[in-house]
């Protein structure tokens, strides 16, 4: 009876702890946690980035048609392009001025791209133009 119960005793205490198996399964979910987590923080840099562009982009808008506003032009019809850098990002702003039915009144639009891709616009903003006398 003593050498059964002793055979007990070391198979309960070489059952305590892992198997090599399972700490590999183990780091298998760990690793793709990891790779998981990285690709969600690369991706929200990437995103945080745009951002910031198109944010910029809309400052280098709006600064052009406050410009307008406030000095009282009455901007040519046409469109003309002109760098609007923002910070120490540079953008290329395009503005078009149509004509809208009553003559007193302009459209001005002011599109911005990035330089390196002009197929990319980053912001569009519109306004109306009195023409001041």
């Not at 070391?10 to 702890?17: H, K, P």
């Not at 793709?32 to 995103?47: E, K, P």
């Not at 809309?58 to 052009?64: G, P, Q, T, V």
């Not at 639009?109 to 023409?131: D, G």
Request: proline letters at 6%; hydrophobic letters at 45%; glycine letters at 6%.
């Amino acid at each position: 009876m003593a050498t059964s119960s002793s055979n007990l005793i070391r198979r309960t205490q070489a059952q305590f702890g892992f198997t090599l198996l399972e700490v590999l399964v183990a780091l298998v979910i760990v690793g793709t946690v990891l790779g998981a987590s990285l690709r969600a923080v690369a991706s929200l840099a990437q995103n945080s980035s745009g951002l910031r562009a198109t944010m910029m982009a809309n400052w280098s808008a709006e600064n052009r048609l406050a410009q307008i506003r406030l000095g009282h032009e009455w901007p040519e019809l046409g469109e003309r392009s002109f760098p609007c850098p923002q910070g120490e990002l540079a953008l290329l702003c395009e503005e078009h001025v149509i004509g809208t039915p009553n003559p007193s009144f302009r459209r001005v639009e002011v599109l911005v791209f990035e330089p390196s891709n002009l197929q990319r616009r980053l912001a569009k903003l519109t306004q109306v133009v009195p023409n001041a006398p």
